[in-house]
């Protein structure tokens, strides 16, 4: 079964401008998540996709970051325009559901913001 | 918001030693997962827990579920070099989202 696809792997951008992460999903799995991890921290949740609907977006930073996951599957993650402290690793997760809780992760995009 | 504290924060132990870690929360969960994340790539679920008092093992890992609900615990028996990486516990109570702790680091030593 494959697992969480991300891309890209690594993104170097200058501050103010825009970037945009994908994800693809195991399939079947009906709940998908974007967390950002910054360096020495652990996974902090940006927001949570249910089918194509968004379950919580509570840590989202709406004024820059905007996700989309328009046909339930697929999701794209958008920052614009970038900080310098928005560099970190972003992780896509999925799950079978929001009832069932193992989340499965993908390798991660690391975003760089010079 | 709720948070989790991994205890220890890092630790340097020999190979074939076993190795002994935490997890406590401010509030009850009803579920814990811990991961292990290796440099470069994305976390990788070890082992889930759904029910206080449960005990879970994966190979040389076990895991449990505090009776309180308020911690967690990993145990990883006679360690090798490939167990090096980050220890990320990550729990909830329901309705909720995960919460993650900041991570154990664990180094072994030849």
């Known amino acids: 079964e494959a697992g969480v696809a991300q891309s890209p792997r690594y993104k170097i951008i200058e501050k103010r401008q825009s970037v945009a992460f994908w994800c693809n999903p195991i399939?079947?799995?009906?709940?998908l998540y974007w967390y950002q991890q910054i360096l020495g921290q652990g996974p902090k949740l940006l927001i949570q996709f249910q089918n194509n609907g968004v379950v919580d977006d509570s840590q989202l930073p709406k004024d820059r970051f905007s996700a989309e996951r328009l046909k339930g599957v697929d999701s794209t993650l958008k920052i614009q325009p970038a900080k310098l402290e928005d560099s970190a690793v972003y992780l896509c997760a999925s799950s079978l559901d929001t009832r069932h809780g193992e989340q499965y992760f993908g390798p991660g995009t690391r975003l760089t913001v010079t | 918001g709720q948070q989790l504290n991994q205890s220890p924060q890092s630790m340097f132990i020999q190979e074939g030693e076993d190795v002994s870690m935490n997890c406590t929360s401010s509030?009850?969960?009803?579920?814990w997962l811990w991961y292990k994340q290796d440099p470069g790539e994305g976390p990788v679920l070890l082992i889930a827990l759904y029910k206080a008092g449960e005990l879970t093992s994966n190979g040389r890992l076990t895991a449990q579920f505090g009776i309180t609900r308020k911690d967690s615990f990993l145990n990883i028996s006679a360690s090798i070099p490939s167990d090096v990486g980050i220890y990320f516990c990550a729990g909830r109570n329901y309705g909720q989202n995960f919460v993650f702790g900041p991570g154990t680091r664990l180094s072994v030593l030849p």
């Open positions: 509030s009850i969960f009803n579920t």
């Open positions: 399939s079947g799995h009906a709940t």
